[in-house]
């Protein structure tokens, strides 16, 4: 009698298998997931959202159109991020700092400001950094809890033009290589 209802109760869950999974699929069939689960593609209009940087004003995506932007999505707690921000640093920031079609926005990722002010100090870090306290802005770009780091580059009309993820020598060397086209146009 035990053996017929285990037999029973198998048959049941692997019946039931692919309705669940159907159905969890169909929940999420709203949401397209690209590669390293971004839900946006080159070539999307750049999800807007207004983040507080670290010395207190507002940043907003849409308010900076006719810019190339980077958007670095990082986090402390990120040991990629750390090895990606000193080229970050040299090799895109203070290079463009001083050009007015250019803005750099860093975006810590869902901590508060007592622990990324000590991290960017730590770094070296110059350029601007927002606070994504809640994750939501990252959200707009990539599946929620999903890795970082993280680049995006926007053109002057707000689309997206490159994403990267996580920190490859020839990936960055494109991605360096792209703005400084984007800029001399």
């Known amino acids: 009698m035990k053996k017929m209802f285990l037999l029973m109760f198998l048959l049941g869950l692997i019946a039931y298998a692919p309705v669940a999974a159907q159905n969890n699929n169909a929940a999420k ?14 070539g999307d ?5 207004t983040l507080q940087m670290l010395d207190g004003t ?34 895109i920031w ?21 622990v990324i002010e000590p991290f960017i100090e730590k770094m ?10 809640n994750g939501d802005a990252f959200a707009s770009y990539a599946l929620r809890g999903s890795g970082i780091t993280r680049n995006i580059l926007i053109d002057r009309d707000g689309k997206i033009v490159m994403l990267t ?19 001399a146009e």
Not at 96 to 113: P, Q, S, T, Y
């Open 58 to 91: 507002e940043f907003t995506l849409s308010k900076n159109r006719g810019k190339v932007i980077m958007l670095q999505f990082t986090a402390s707690w990120c040991g990629i991020c750390r090895k990606e921000m000193p080229y970050i640093e040299s090799d």
């Open 94 to 114: 203070l290079r463009h700092k001083d050009n007015k079609d250019f803005m750099l926005v860093g975006i810590d990722r869902e901590e508060a400001k007592d």
């Open 45 to 49: 209009v750049a999800p807007d959202f």
């Open 29 to 42: 069939s709203d949401v397209v997931v690209y590669e390293h689960d971004y839900i946006v593609k080159v």
């Open 124 to 133: 070296g870090t110059t350029y601007p950094i927002a606070m994504d306290s």
């Open 165 to 183: 993820r996580r920190f490859e020598e020839q990936e960055f060397k494109a991605l360096v290589e792209k703005i400084d086209a984007m800029l």
